[in-house]
């Protein structure tokens, strides 16, 4: 066989088999672009677990008509033009693949409106066609994307989706997880049209607990300490879970680097070892923590989904965390007048 180009739409479905795994990765990625809009408040609803259909509405800074179908080409971006800015960056986004891929497995429809803008405007992209001649809709200023039937044309993904329960509970988790990084955003959650939850924006230390108090239960926060501790341009604030109320699974340990939520075995083997004294061989810490440093020090270009990222000086990083929890978890011995953040 001779070389040819890929046609656009399998290029897109080539690169959605890296970042839509199931529709919990739909809802990262479109939750994350309402972040970098500069959303007030998201709105989230999913029917069938998010097989059938997943929206999200953002008030957010919208997208202007004309570049309505730039929004859905590959490796188009508002959020970086270099090199330079790319090891800087500080939005949530910079590869403009993710609405280019969902399109291109599913039936998405995308409604925008910038607040200069007397109307809104919408494009559609169905994995074949695509009508990117934008039509007026009354839509308020932010934007709305329509993400239907997931895999409706890759069957061989399809089969791999499991039930809508589970499918369902990926997304709660995720909302769950994000939640815990923007305190600043609303955020309402429905399903099969049940509001599951509506969050305000926390931005008073009280609303922030009571946030963590929603979604990581009173038992978390009548059992955790607050910590800020900052050295070496490295700062880590957040609630560390108190050693006598471990779990026996790592369910309940959030980790952010700049807002975003990682997964990193630097950032593991440092919690383990800061526990481990204090800690039953078996039993697993809680906490929430988010840990700011200067985007230069941190590559998170690593992985399509943005799951891991690293560290530009990793022992430094290593070593603030151990000590940083070292030092609130030897503060914690029983007696300490703060034992409870409230
Ligand atoms: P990336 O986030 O990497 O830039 P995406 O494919 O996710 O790529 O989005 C492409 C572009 O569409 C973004 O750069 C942004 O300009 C625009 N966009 C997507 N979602 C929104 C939104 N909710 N509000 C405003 N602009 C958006
Ligand atoms: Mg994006």
């Not at 006598?244 to 369910?251: A, H, I, L």
């Given at each position: 066989m001779r070389i040819h180009p890929l046609p656009t739409q399998l290029v897109n479905q080539i690169a959605a088999g890296e970042v839509v795994e199931r529709p919990s990765s739909v809802v990262k990625e479109l939750v994350e672009n309402s972040f970098d809009a500069g959303a007030g408040h998201i709105h989230i609803e999913i029917e069938q677990g998010g097989i059938r259909l997943i929206k999200i509405r953002d008030d957010g800074c919208g997208i202007v008509k004309d570049d309505l179908p730039l929004a859905l080409?590959?490796?188009?971006?508002?959020?970086?033009?270099s090199l330079q800015d790319l090891e800087q960056?500080?939005?949530?986004?910079?590869?403009?693949e993710a609405l280019p891929s969902i399109s291109s497995v599913s039936r998405l429809t995308l409604i925008s409106r910038t607040a200069a803008s007397d109307c809104a405007w919408r494009v559609a992209a169905d994995g074949s066609e695509q009508d990117f001649a934008p039509q007026p809709d009354p839509h308020p200023p932010g934007t709305t994307i329509e993400v239907r039937d997931l895999f409706y044309n890759t069957p061989a993904r399809r089969k791999f989706l499991k039930t809508e329960k589970t499918e369902f509970n990926h997304i709660e988790t995720l909302l769950q997880r994000m939640a815990l990084s923007r305190f600043d955003i609303g955020l309402t959650l429905v399903h099969n049209q049940k509001e599951i939850f509506k969050l305000k924006p926390a931005l008073s230390e009280a609303q922030q607990i009571q946030r963590v108090a929603s979604l990581c239960g009173q038992a978390f926060v009548d059992n955790a300490v607050s910590i800020d501790f900052a050295a070496a341009g490295l700062q880590l604030t957040g609630w560390v879970g108190l050693p006598?109320?471990?779990?026996?699974?790592?369910?309940m340990q959030f980790f952010y680097v700049n807002r975003r939520l990682i997964k990193d075995k630097l950032v593991a083997h440092a919690v383990k070892q800061a526990y481990q004294d204090v800690l039953f061989h078996g039993r697993h810490p809680v906490f929430v923590l988010y840990l700011t440093l200067?985007?230069?020090?941190?590559?998170?270009?690593?992985?399509p989904a943005k799951l891991e990222v690293r560290f530009r000086e990793g022992r430094l990083v290593h070593d603030f965390l151990f000590s940083a929890l070292h030092r609130s978890l030897a503060d914690l011995r029983p007696g300490h007048p703060d034992l409870t953040i409230h």
């Open positions: 080409s590959r490796h188009a971006t508002s959020k970086i033009a960056v500080a939005s949530m986004g910079f590869r403009g006598t109320f471990s779990r026996s699974q790592q369910d200067d985007p230069t020090l941190v590559d998170v270009n690593a992985h």
